[in-house]
């Protein structure tokens, strides 16, 4: 069971991930009428938005665009930073949305910024404690079972960022309307690539649900 549904994840991954990509270069060939860079965008965002001390910069890499709360710069992609895109604009205004959250003090990125640090912990150990727990199971159960709370700080996380994500998309898209940044012909497009981002995080948060109830059935069904 647990092999099919980790199959079903995984191409339900590579589907989604493939359709992103898919829609981003589409609409990386379809021009802003105003000429705007993805950092013109994401300039002009922040100081709609009363926003003076949080810096745009661009960063090397492919979709590696993200929002960096403790030195409060947006870091943009070459692809978004300098292209006057769909896809540019999107990017850039999903990011600032982000800092946009951050100087509002949007309640699930202030907890998820609180778990950072037990997801990083989490993270580098929870492999190990729950391969050790699994051989040990029968003997040493507590192993597994902290192995199992270790990776529900990683699922709550994943499920926390959801709302973050999608409140970041949703200001960004506002904004971008209200701004004439998009039109009624590219507004649809920005929209289409966000959502499909979106999704990413959806398909994760899922997979990560069901791995955790996995490792929950080995523990409660140890003694069968």
């Known amino acids: ?3 099919l549904i980790f199959i079903v994840f995984m191409l339900l991954s590579l589907v989604v991930s493939q359709v992103l990509k898919s829609k981003f270069r589409k609409y990386s060939a379809v021009p802003i009428g105003n000429g705007y860079t993805g950092k013109d965008i994401a300039e002009k965002m922040l100081r709609d938005n009363s926003i003076y001390d949080v810096q745009v910069i661009s960063v090397e890499g492919q979709l590696t665009d993200h929002y960096n709360p403790e030195k409060k710069t947006v870091n943009l992609s070459q692809d978004v930073y300098n292209n006057s895109s769909v896809s540019a604009a999107a990017v850039a205004a999903h990011e600032c949305g982000h800092a946009v959250q951050h100087a ?3 309640a699930f990125l202030k907890v998820r910024s609180a778990l950072v640090p037990a997801v990083s912990f989490a993270s580098n150990w929870m492999q190990w404690v729950l391969l050790a727990g699994i051989l040990l199971v029968n003997t040493f159960p507590q192993l597994l079972l902290a ?3 270790l990776f529900a700080a990683t699922t709550l996380f994943s499920f926390i960022t959801l709302p973050v994500e999608i409140d970041a998309s949703r200001r ?3 904004w ?3 701004s004439g940044i998009t039109s009624g012909e590219t507004q649809p497009k920005a929209q289409e690539a966000l959502k499909w ?4 995080y959806v398909v994760a948060a899922l997979a ?3 791995t955790l109830l996995y490792y929950i059935s080995i523990f409660t069904g140890r003694r069968n």
């Open 172 to 174: 960004a898209l506002i």
């Open 1 to 3: 069971m647990y092999i």
């Open 197 to 200: 981002a979106a999704y990413t």
């Open 104 to 106: 509002q003090a949007y």
């Open 176 to 178: 971008l309307n209200s």
């Open 147 to 149: 192995g199992i709370v």
């Open 208 to 210: 990560s649900l069901a």
